[in-house]
């Protein structure tokens, strides 16, 4: 995901964040995935403070590497 530009938490963890830091570009980043049957979590203000703004991904153990290179295939898609 850091390859592609997005702003992450390094090491692992299983609830990936990737911060956007605004809001209507989370938005549709929420809703470029969840077209693609990605589900993944959007923060925006007043959850999180102006300029935090983020997703998050679940990560678990069922996913496969084809899941995996699907997500990234998609973010790298997202124009925002």
Known sequence: MQRLGYETLPGEHPIVPAFIRDTNKTS???????????LVTGLNYPVVPKGEQEI???VSADHTEQDLKFLLDK???FKG
Not at 28 to 33: I, K, N, R, T
Request: proline letters at 0%; aromatic letters at 6%; glycine letters at 0%.
């Open 28 to 38: 549709a980043l929420v809703a470029h995935l969840f077209a693609h049957n990605i």
């Open 75 to 77: 973010l790298a898609e």
């Open 56 to 58: 998050r991904l679940q």
